[in-house]
Nanobody, 125 residues
């Protein structure tokens, strides 16, 4: 059983920076791939970024590439999503997902078996 808990969301202004964190409780953190997804009102959940269990492989959505960095802290069992130069279109509920499989980190939500409760990020213009 894996439990995920996000933090760091809130209201920010366009152009600001924001760091989301997700603490993972459960099986060995180093064996889990982790991903961030987001869902805006009236829209499907969409992929943002993912990182492999080792941290050596990362994937980013085109919409955030260059502005967002995903990283993992093995000592704190935490995955971070650093968001820079945020835009109003980044407004969404952000979810952290965990995948217990092997291989590259997935970019589809169906591959993730565990999710956090989500955290709101609102970017004002």
């Amino acid at each position: 059983q894996v439990q995920l808990r996000e933090s760091g969301g809130g209201l920010v202004q366009a152009g600001d920076s924001l760091r989301l964190s997700c603490v993972c409780y459960g099986p060995t953190f180093s064996s889990i791939a982790l991903g961030w997804f987001r869902q805006a009102p009236g829209k499907e959940r969409e992929f943002v970024a993912a990182i492999s269990s080792s941290g050596r492989i990362t994937h980013y959505a085109d919409s955030v590439k260059g502005r967002v960095t995903i990283s993992r802290d093995m000592a704190e069992n935490t995955v971070h999503l650093q968001m820079n130069t945020v835009k109003p279109e980044d407004t969404a509920v952000y979810y952290c997902g965990a995948d217990l499989g092997y291989g590259p980190p997935p970019t589809t939500s169906e591959a993730y078996g565990y999710w956090g409760q989500g955290i709101q990020v609102t970017v004002s213009s």
